[in-house]
């Protein structure tokens, strides 16, 4: 807790490891198979039956026995009778016979009997729907276009594990094994309380010494893109009490309370006067640039960040510490968005002691990915983080990256885009 000490001092990996301490996952819910897309699973799941469950053609074609076409070739041909004919979902009505064949469509089941497939253009067919017989010039491989049961996937296989972040992929495999209703994390309910005298909605005209408050708007895509869901967002002046008043009001509708602003050292910071009439949340000042004045509790139970004010340490704090808690509160075993090695296009000044984060772009040489800044470090720049790739880390350790120095970096989106 804070009082007359001050703020605590932490680390970047210690406010990680507190803030990812506290986010227990939420208990699952079961959803339709096309509400699962992008959540979390959160059981491995086993396959209840083969994929395929039978064994089907690959091909149009005519289901043979490879006996039957021993020594086939184009001067001495083989002649067999046709049968039967099967389009995909009809079943044979009896097993193949002695130099019989079946006409036999993509994904039909093959026949008792038959071992193989052979393919229309390799064969020639000769009369009409009665009467029909096949002329075949080769002789037929084991198991030659004929996909066995189980093939793609075994009764019992566990192909998706706990935590995994479900694709439209992986929902067309658990619709293929027959799964309709799906365990995933739930979304968590959030809420954004934005403070300051200062602060314009982003429709309102400018006027001396306000600005638009885009950070709220920002945070709100934020978590929704990470599964999350914005229950209630409002703004606050400078005033403590009605501060304390909103966020206990917020935090009953809502799993985790974002503040935004207010943390810091200043006479009218309304977060940090306020923080003692919610109970269990601590002042912080972490190693981190951006980001440092921070606070983070558990107020009756649900998670509470308070973000600085300035656009880069919103979106860098909801990076590194507020999106991986919300990830864990789903489930998922991946918290962080991809991370990929990069090599320092310029020497970056830091300090060891402190973590730093850099909005940057990327550029592909050859074989590798080049980072450079994108524009002034300045906190409270908003153009930067729009032209952001990735987000550069110099570890605590670290003084700083000489050009060219491998690092590594948190993907924001696509290069080039």
Sequence with gaps: MHGAAGPELISFRTARERVLAAAAPLPAETVPLLEARGRALRRAFAAGHDLPPFRNSSMDGYAVATQDLAGASAKAPVELEVVDVLPAGRLASHPLGHRQAMRIMTGAMVPDGANAVVPLEDCERIGGSSGERARFIRPARHDENIRPAGR??????????EGRELSPYDLALLGALGESRIGVGPRPRCAILSTGDELLEIDQALRPGAIRDSNRPMLALLLEECGARVVASARVGDDPAAFARRARELLDQA???LSIGGVSAGDFDPVKSGLDRLGDVALWRVAMKPGRPQAFGRPGGRLFFGLPGNPASVACVFETLVRPALRRLQGFAE???????????????????????????LERRGESWWAKQAGEQTSGHVAPQSRAHALLVVPEESPGLLAGELAEALLLRRPGA
């Design 152 to 161: 793609d996937l075994r009764t019992g296989e566990v192909p998706l594990t």
């Design 255 to 257: 799993d985790v309370l």
């Design 335 to 361: 918290l962080d968005r991809p991370r990929v090695p990069v090599h320092a296009a310029e020497a970056i000044a830091s300090r060891a002691g402190r973590t730093d984060f850099l909005r940057v772009t």
